[in-house]
Nanobody, 122 residues
Framework: QVQLVESGGGVVQAGGSLRLSCAASGGIFSIDAMGWYRQAPGKQRELVATMTSVGSTNNADFVKGRFTVSRDNSKNRVYLQMNSLKPEDTAVYYC????????????????WGQGTLVTVSS
């Protein structure tokens, strides 16, 4: 079964850092784009940052200078390094993968992880 599993969330004080990781598994041989979205309480899910298999990124404006997305294509993993965290960054962070090519299930258009909670205290 194809799945995304996130790790690395937790509680951090404002100004601190966290590194989120996401591992894709289940007979995958390539993924077009991987990245992160987030959903704060009472708000819609929004883009944080994504990266294609060739390294092109798409970042939300609030990411600039603070968050960095990276990938390890050989391991089907994506990471989000978050620095200078603010209370408004508190949210559930979801891993996302688009264009997931698998040996047994063909190409999956899009899959999501279960999410990992990031809480930034003031």
């Amino acid at each position: 079964q194809v799945q995304l599993v996130e790790s690395g969330g937790g509680v951090v004080q404002a100004g601190g850092s966290l590194r989120l990781s996401c591992a894709a598994s289940g007979g995958i041989f390539s993924i077009d784009a991987m990245g992160w979205y987030r959903q704060a309480p009472g708000k819609q899910r929004e883009l944080v940052a994504t990266m294609t298999s060739v390294g092109s990124t798409n970042n939300a404006d609030f990411v600039k200078g603070r968050f960095t997305v990276s990938r390890d294509n050989s391991k089907n993993r994506v990471y989000l390094q978050m620095n200078s965290l603010k209370p408004e960054d508190t949210a559930v962070y979801y891993c996302n993968a688009v264009g997931v090519r698998t040996w047994l299930q063909g190409t999956l258009r899009e899959i999501w992880g279960q999410g990992t909670l990031v809480t930034v205290s003031s």
